[in-house]
């Protein structure tokens, strides 16, 4: 095989794509949507809702609203109400004026007044818990928020957490629709909310911009905070959605939740608990974008699910995830009975605390399974790609990953093929290994090729586990571990007879490995780093370049060192192979 002998990695942030990107703050006041109706703080709903005479309300732009209208909201305007397209077939809202005054906000909080405030006196308050009341709404998730910039207060877990937690405010989960329920609140500082000159608000609409009809939801530019709805600030159902240059944030279980369409150039942040982005529901033939999105949580509380949840999805769909940059959750992209395919390229993550996985299939037993095309992610991670158990269909293909791992580059069970193509991976494979495939299918084909895989650390490791009866085919890696080194292997399961690369010191005996025909050109070698990339905590400066003499342009291995005559497998398709920068 004619190998490349290119001294330095490519960068996934080629200029080409660096270019195209722009922040969601980077507003334009062209959306390529002319408004029919314009709202404005300084209008007045009396006037005839033109530009020169815009209206004040939402509400009453929604009352003169009809189908594939489009709505203005003026840049630096700001609206307590909600856009709810219940009917409507066709709906588009869109930011007008100049893009430097900021954008159109729809907050679908209201601001407690401090005299509403009583110190509370139930079980577990002790001085320091003040507490307001309000009617339960059905699928709410209630937040208090404290109106200083960049300051969130913790969500307790009782009453009396909340006495202890300066900080911190208590509500419960458990509703009843109609039925009084108590927010409760123990100020920063343990001061009265009713002296202290402290603004407060509390989540009272459930959606900021909601839309239930079957044609398409069009948002160019708006930012839609605080919704009390788990849903999230921005909902679209039985439709398609089109979203470009948005800000969702500071939801509780969902930022956004869509059933079928693109997100694009967006801004997700601070969902206190659950998902960021979620595809909902969908069926047959619908397909799921998201292009060029940051997520992230930066107020760092709870983040249990992922920047990306594509969720009850046995039909098929397409999904596509471009230039997604997210830190601070606890997953990347993540599937629920996936089938159909799903591409993530040019992914740059950091999971919380590293605990988290770039791109898992959840649930993927109920599945049929499909087909994964994974291309040049960067992240910081406990996993870059896991799935507890896939579909018999599913195929997955990883391209010049680059990344810091603290547990698997890859763990899955019963995929038909696993290709994985250029890597450079450092993996300390505490519990596991870097390549975990257990208990694959005899049908099963595994591909690990011009890859460095790096395993710091101590002890017992293993650089790969597969198990019973995979088609292997290794080659032209270089592997290294550096610490204490071993004892460590590589084992292969294959019918009734268990391969080993070596029993103690694996740095002396890969010939008996390469008696089973695998890593006949691999080494283990120091790859020569020109920048550790374990001490990395940045994961958008991870840096795997290689110094002139490393091992891994000599074999051939690392991103941008697969040869240019590799042969892709039959079912990646032209668009990702481009996206490979293959033709």
Same mark, same amino acid.
Request: one cysteine or more; aromatic letters at 10%; hydrophobic letters at 35%.
């Given at each position: 095989s004619r190998r490349s002998v290119m001294p330095a990695i490519r960068s996934p942030l080629r200029p080409a794509? %660096?270019?195209?990107? $722009?922040? =969601?703050?980077?507003? $334009? @006041?062209?959306?390529?949507?002319? =408004?029919?109706?314009?709202? @404005? #703080?300084?209008?007045?709903?009396?006037n005839a809702g033109t530009l020169a005479a815009p209206f004040a309300t939402l509400a009453k732009a929604l009352s003169v609203f009809t189908t594939g209208k489009v709505i203005g909201l003026k840049y630096g305007s700001s609206w307590r109400e909600s856009l709810d397209f219940l009917t409507a077939t066709n709906a588009a809202v869109v930011a007008y004026g100049n893009p430097t005054d900021g954008l159109p906000l729809i907050d679908c909080s209201d601001p407690v007044t401090a005299g509403t405030w009583v110190l509370s006196v139930d079980s577990g308050a002790a001085g320091n818990v003040y507490e307001i009341s309000r009617v339960a709404l059905t699928y709410q998730h209630q937040q208090v928020f404290q109106n200083t910039p960049g300051v969130y207060l913790i969500r307790a877990t009782?009453?009396?957490?909340? *006495?202890?937690?300066?900080?911190?405010?208590?509500?419960?989960?458990?509703? +009843?629709?109609?039925?009084?329920? /108590?927010?409760?609140?123990?100020?920063?500082?343990?001061?009265?909310?009713?002296? #202290?000159?402290?603004?407060?608000? !509390?989540?009272? %609409?459930? #959606?900021?911009?909601?839309?239930d009809g079957v044609g398409t939801l069009r948002l160019r530019n708006l930012r839609c905070i605080r919704a009390l709805h788990h849903d999230g600030p921005i909902r679209q159902g039985n439709g398609t959605a089109e979203i470009d240059g948005c800000y969702s944030n500071e939801s509780y279980i969902h930022n956004t939740v869509l059933e079928n369409g693109t997100v694009s150039n967006c801004n997700f942040d601070n969902a206190a608990a659950g998902t960021n982005i979620t595809f909902a529901a969908n069926a047959v033939g619908k397909v799921a974008n998201i292009l060029n999105c940051t997520v992230n949580n930066t107020r760092g509380i709870i983040a249990d699910g992922p920047a990306v949840f594509f969720h009850g999805n046995s039909f098929g769909m397409a999904r596509r995830v471009q230039n997604l940059r997210s830190n601070g959750l606890s997953y990347g992209v993540t599937c629920a009975d996936f089938d159909g395919t799903l591409l993530v390229a040019d992914m740059v993550i950091k999971t919380v605390s590293n605990q988290g996985t770039a791109v898992d299939l959840t649930d993927g037993y109920n599945s049929a399974g499909g087909d994964v095309w994974i291309i040049r992610p960067k992240c910081i991670s406990k996993k870059l790609f896991g799935a507890a158990q +896939?579909?018999?269909?599913? %195929?997955?293909? &990883?391209?010049? =990953? *680059?990344?810091?791992? +603290?547990?698997? &580059?890859? $763990?899955?069970? #019963?995929?038909?093929?696993?290709?994985?193509?250029?890597?450079?991976?450092?993996?300390?494979?505490?519990?596991?290994a870097p390549l975990t495939m257990q208990d694959p299918l005899g049908r099963s084909k595994i591909t690990v090729k011009h890859c460095i895989?790096?395993?710091?650390?101590t002890g017992p490791r293993n650089f790969a586990y597969l198990d019973n009866g995979v088609s292997l085919d290794m080659d032209y890696n270089v592997y290294w571990m550096r610490g204490?080194?071993?004892?460590?292997?590589? $084992?292969?399961? /294959?019918?009734?007879?268990t391969y080993y690369s070596f029993d103690n010191d694996f740095g002396v005996p890969l010939p008996f490995w390469q008696q089973t025909g695998q890593d006949a050109h691999s080494v283990i070698a120091d790859p020569?780093?020109?920048?550790?990339?374990?001490? !990395?905590t940045d994961e958008a400066l991870l840096d795997f370049s290689v110094s002139g003499s490393s091992p891994a342009i000599t074999v051939g291995a690392g991103p941008g060192r697969v040869p240019l005559d590799y042969v892709f497998p039959s079912w990646v398709p032209a668009d990702v192979r481009a996206l490979c920068g293959r033709a």
């Open positions: 794509i %660096r270019g195209a990107l $722009r922040s =969601p703050f980077d507003v $334009r @006041s062209g959306t390529g949507l002319t =408004p029919d109706y314009y709202v @404005s #703080n300084s209008g007045n709903d009396s009782s009453v009396a957490n909340c *006495q202890a937690t300066p900080g911190s405010y208590y509500v419960t989960d458990t509703f +009843t629709n109609g039925v009084s329920y /108590k927010i409760y609140l123990h100020p920063i500082g343990s001061t009265s909310p009713i002296t #202290n000159g402290v603004s407060y608000s !509390v989540a009272e %609409r459930p #959606n900021a911009i909601s839309h +896939t579909g018999a269909a599913t %195929r997955v293909f &990883i391209w010049e =990953p *680059q990344c810091v791992i +603290t547990e698997d &580059i890859v $763990r899955m069970l #019963n995929a038909t093929e696993v290709h994985i193509l250029g890597a450079a991976c450092v993996s300390s494979g505490l519990t596991g895989i790096d395993m710091p650390g204490t080194v071993g004892p460590g292997d590589m $084992r292969w399961n /294959k019918g009734a007879t020569l780093w020109v920048n550790d990339p374990y001490a !990395v």
